[in-house]
C-alpha cells in the first residue's frame, strides 16, 4: 500500500510540474495579415523556432484591423500566455493593445514594425530606412542621376511605410532624381495596379517605380505591361513571388527581407526574457538586394 500511495503522489507531483510547464511554454504571434505571403513566412520562422525550442505557439491574425488587433491581445492576456510577438497593424493603433499587455505584466515584442508607445521589449525587423535607400541608389545605377520616379507607399501609420519612404527619398535627393508622385496603395497588390494605372496616366514620361513591397510592385507590374511603357520596377521584402518576378526579368529587384529569420529571431529573443536574460532594444535583420 504504501508503495502504491508512493506511485500515486509521485504521478501527482508529475502531473502538476507537466501542467505548470505547459503554461509557461505557451506563447504567442499576433500578425497583421496572414494574406500576405511575407507575414505567412514571419509566421511560419516562428512556429519552426517555437517547435525546436519547445513552445507551445498561439497564431493570430489581426486582418489588418486595429479593433481585431486590440481584441486578440485582450484574449492572450485571459489565456495567460507568457510573452506576446506582435506584427502591428498600425504602429499608433498598437499602442492600446502593448499597454493592455503591459497591465498583466507579459513581455511584448515587435516584429518588422515597431509601436510608438507601450513598453516593448525588443523590436526585430530590417533596418527599413537603409532598405528604401538601397532601392533609391539601385535605382539610380540603372537609370541615372535626375531619373523621373515613382513610388508606391505601404499604410501609412506603420514604421515600415515611414522608414523605407524616408530611406528613398534620401536617395532621390542624394541622386537629384525627380519624384513625380508618391501614393499610398496600402502594401496591397490589387491597389498597387490601380494606383499605377492612374499614376501612368497623369505621369507618361515615369522611368522608375519604388514599391514599397513585393506586393504593390506585382500590381504595379500588371499596369505597365498594360500600358505597354518600359519602366523599372523595385519592389521591397524578398517575397517568394517577388523574387520569381525578378528571376523572370519581370521586376528588376526586389530588397529582400528574411521574414522567416524575423519570425525565429522574435521567438528566440522572447525565450532569452522568459529565462531572465538580458536583450537588445532593437535587433537588426540583414537585407540584401535580389536582381536576376
Given at each position: 500500500m504504501k508503495k502504491i500511495a508512493t506511485?500515486?503522489?509521485?504521478?501527482?507531483?508529475?502531473?502538476?510540474?507537466s501542467f505548470a510547464a505547459q503554461a509557461q511554454d505557451t506563447m504567442a504571434i499576433v500578425v497583421s495579415t496572414l494574406n500576405n505571403p511575407f507575414f505567412v513566412s514571419m509566421k511560419d520562422g516562428a512556429e519552426a523556432k517555437a517547435k525546436e525550442l519547445g513552445y507551445k505557439l498561439i497564431v493570430l491574425d489581426s486582418q489588418n484591423d486595429p479593433s481585431k488587433e486590440l481584441s486578440n491581445i485582450e484574449d492572450l492576456t485571459v489565456r495567460g500566455v507568457k510573452a506576446i510577438l506582435i506584427n502591428p497593424t498600425?504602429?499608433?493603433?498598437?499602442?492600446?493593445?502593448?499597454?493592455?499587455?503591459?497591465?498583466?505584466n507579459i513581455p511584448v515584442l515587435t516584429l518588422d514594425r515597431g509601436a510608438r508607445r507601450g513598453d516593448v521589449v525588443s523590436h526585430i525587423a530590417s533596418d527599413n530606412v537603409a532598405g528604401g535607400e538601397m532601392a533609391g541608389r539601385f535605382i539610380m545605377e540603372k537609370v541615372g542621376e535626375k531619373a523621373k520616379v515613382i513610388q508606391l507607399e505601404g499604410i501609412a501609420g506603420t514604421s515600415a511605410a515611414r522608414e523605407r519612404g524616408e530611406g528613398f527619398m534620401k536617395a532621390v535627393k542624394a541622386n537629384d532624381m525627380d519624384l513625380l508622385a508618391?501614393?499610398?496603395?496600402?502594401?496591397?497588390?490589387?491597389?498597387?495596379?490601380?494606383?499605377?494605372?492612374?499614376?501612368l496616366a497623369a505621369n507618361p514620361d515615369v522611368q522608375a517605380v519604388f514599391a514599397q513591397n513585393d506586393e504593390m510592385a506585382l500590381g504595379a507590374l500588371r499596369a505597365v505591361q498594360a500600358s505597354g511603357k518600359n519602366v523599372l520596377i523595385v519592389g521591397f521584402d524578398g517575397t517568394e513571388d517577388g523574387i520569381a518576378a525578378v528571376k523572370r526579368g519581370k521586376l528588376a529587384a526586389t530588397i529582400a527581407?528574411?521574414?522567416?529569420?524575423?519570425?525565429?529571431?522574435?521567438?528566440?529573443?522572447?525565450?532569452?526574457?522568459?529565462?531572465?536574460e538580458k536583450v537588445e532594444k532593437n535587433i537588426p535583420v540583414p537585407l540584401k538586394v535580389v536582381t536576376e
Open positions: 506511485l500515486i503522489s509521485a504521478a501527482l507531483i508529475s502531473s502538476t510540474v498600425d504602429s499608433d493603433a498598437v499602442s492600446n493593445a502593448i499597454r493592455i499587455a503591459n497591465r498583466a508618391s501614393q499610398p496603395a496600402d502594401f496591397d497588390r490589387t491597389k498597387g495596379l490601380n494606383v499605377m494605372e492612374n499614376l527581407q528574411q521574414p522567416d529569420l524575423i519570425g525565429a529571431l522574435g521567438v528566440e529573443t522572447a525565450d532569452k526574457v522568459l529565462k531572465g
